[in-house]
């Protein structure tokens, strides 16, 4: 596609639901982030794919997150028995090439009520 | 570790003013250094960037040097205009990491008429 697509764009999730958020990278692109932006933050770093290889999780705050890329494009990330403190903007970017060239996706705007 | 702090906002202009948003950052080897921009309801865009000391990184009449002496990425514009209103993202990457950005926690640029 032309971009980097993210769905839902919204979701609501009661306390202790899982979710999954979906990202699409731009096809071809070998190189996938998540990130999480909190509200009047900055993006925080959760983990790296590159192909369906996840290279890096330094980032995942707990192990109520999991993210997979099986096929080395489409990515999922979960998140397990979700707590308020996972309300965030989840951001996907994809690159061609590692570092220079990230496309970002507009994000998923989670809330945990 | 790593780490990029950033004047805080909101930073309020008239339109033609001259911006400098300040960033300094704190890394290990030789970053990469970025600002991203984020327009009202849209995803994360890469605005300009440097890769070595004394780089020049410009685009769309915005630009930041790459000072190593004094750590700093400062963006500068000369004369702003409302449609630049936005949130700014300073950001550096570790070559050894994969292409993993760390951002500042954002500056919120208002440009008035």
């Known amino acids: 596609g032309a971009g980097v697509s993210q769905s839902p764009r919204y979701k609501v999730a009661k306390r202790g639901q899982d979710v999954a958020l979906r990202c699409d990278p731009i096809?071809?692109?070998?190189?996938l982030f998540w990130y999480q932006q909190a509200l009047g933050q900055g993006p925080e770093f959760l983990t790296y794919?590159?192909?369906?290889?996840?290279?890096?999780k330094s980032g995942l705050p707990s192990d109520r997150f999991f993210a997979e890329r099986p096929e080395g494009s489409v990515s999922t990330l979960k998140i397990q028995r979700t707590q308020q403190e996972d309300s965030a903007v989840y951001l996907c970017a994809s690159s061609s090439q590692g570092g220079y060239g990230y496309t970002f996706g507009s994000g998923t705007r989670l809330t945990v009520v | 570790g790593d780490s990029v702090t950033q004047m805080e906002g909101p930073v309020t202009l008239s339109e033609e003013a001259f911006l400098t948003i300040n960033c300094t950052y704190t890394a290990t080897g030789y970053p990469s250094l970025f600002w991203y921009v984020q327009y009202p309801g849209e995803g994360l865009q890469l605005l300009l960037k440097?890769?070595?000391?004394?780089d020049k990184g410009s685009n769309k009449g915005f630009e930041a040097t790459y000072r190593k002496e004094t750590t700093s990425f400062h963006l500068e514009k000369g004369s702003v205009q409302v449609s630049d209103s936005a949130v700014y993202f300073c950001?550096?990457?570790?070559?050894?990491?994969?292409?993993?950005?760390?951002f500042g926690q954002g500056t919120e640029l208002s440009v008035k008429p």
């Open positions: 440097a890769t070595k000391a004394d």
């Open positions: 794919f590159q192909n369906e290889a996840q290279l890096d």
């Open positions: 096809s071809g692109h070998v190189s």
């Open positions: 950001a550096l990457s570790e070559g050894n990491q994969g292409g993993k950005l760390i």
